[in-house]
C-alpha cells in the first residue's frame, strides 16, 4: 500500500479483495494430467477400434478444458483495494488484464447498500455517493459479502463518527 495518508489521518480499515480459486498449481497440473491420461486411452480404443477421426476429438476436449482452465487462472489476479479514513474512501479495482481505475469518496456522503435474495443472502454490495453507484467484492461469495459488509458498515461509522482525541 502506497504511503498517501498523513500520520494525522489514520487508516480506519484496508482490505484487499481478491477472487478465491480452489484449485492451486498442483491441483491443475494433476486434474490435466489425469484427464489428458484417460483421453488419449479412451481414443486409444476409438483408433483401434477405426473410429480413427474421434482419437482427435478427445485432443481438442483436453485442450479446450486447458484454455478454459487458463482462461479462469487468469481472471484470479483481479483485486479490490478498500481503505477508509475519517476523510475519505478509497476504493482502488484492477481488472485481470492490469487496468486499474480509483475512486476517492467522502465518508460522510457514502452509505452502504445490499442486495439481498431471501434463499442465497447478499448478491451485491454498493458504496453509494452523491449519485455514484460503486459495486464492491462482486466476486465474493454470499458468506464472505455479509461478513464484509458488516465490517465495513463498522468502518464507515467509525469514520462518520471522526477521529477521537485522547489528551492522556
Do not use: C
Amino acid at each position: 500500500m502506497d504511503d498517501r495518508n498523513t500520520h494525522d489521518d489514520p487508516v480506519i480499515f484496508s482490505a484487499l479483495l481478491t477472487p478465491h480459486r480452489s484449485l492451486s498449481r498442483t491441483g491443475f497440473i494433476a486434474v490435466m494430467g489425469v484427464l489428458t491420461v484417460a483421453s488419449f486411452a479412451a481414443g486409444v480404443v476409438f483408433l483401434m477400434l477405426g473410429a480413427w477421426p474421434v482419437f482427435g476429438f478427445f485432443g481438442l476436449d483436453v485442450l479446450l478444458v486447458y484454455w478454459a482452465f487458463k482462461i479462469n487462472f487468469r481472471h484470479a489476479k483481479a483485486t479490490e483495494e478498500i481503505t477508509i479514513t475519517h476523510t475519505e474512501i478509497r476504493l482502488r479495482r484492477v481488472s485481470h488484464r492490469g487496468h486499474a481505475m480509483e475512486w476517492t469518496l467522502n465518508p460522510m456522503w457514502v452509505q452502504l447498500d445490499k442486495k439481498t435474495h431471501e434463499e442465497f443472502g447478499i448478491e451485491r454490495l454498493y458504496l453509494l455517493s452523491r449519485g455514484k453507484r460503486l459495486s464492491v467484492g462482486s466476486f465474493l461469495g454470499p458468506d464472505e459479502k455479509a461478513s464484509f459488509a458488516k465490517a465495513l458498515s463498522a468502518a464507515l461509522n467509525a469514520a462518520k463518527r471522526g477521529p477521537t482525541y485522547n489528551p492522556l
